[in-house]
């Protein structure tokens, strides 16, 4: 499981968070994802400890925290949902072809 790590600044490294994260334990894996088209951060990142227990730890100690300015959203990451490929909603062309104009 990872740990979602919100509100960040933009100025913010790997290095910085592996750093703040060890405070609390192992830190495994550390992702900060970047905007397809600019290649600028997105603001947030996934932190990957060693155990719950570190995991825990971190999160007691730094959802709210102010670090580089800003306060932070930290808690367990959500899986991440499957994207329907209808585009949207309930949606489909067989609503659409059904329809008379």
Do not use: C
């Not at 100025?11 to 830190?27: D, I, K, P, R």
């Not at 400890?49 to 580089?68: F, K, N, S, Y």
């Not at 306060?71 to 585009?87: C, T």
């Amino acid at each position: 499981m990872s740990i979602y790590v919100g509100n960040l600044s933009y100025e913010v490294t790997q290095e910085h968070l592996s750093q703040t994260f060890a405070e609390y334990g192992t830190v495994k894996r550390v992702q900060l994802p970047t905007d397809r088209e600019t290649g600028s951060l997105r603001g947030f990142a996934f932190v990957e400890m060693g155990t719950e227990a570190e995991e825990a730890a971190a999160i007691e100690a730094l959802d709210g925290a102010e670090w580089m300015g800003r306060d932070l959203k930290v808690n367990k990451a959500k899986p991440r949902e499957e994207r329907g490929g209808s585009g949207g909603g309930n949606w489909s062309n067989n609503n659409r072809s059904s329809r008379r104009y």
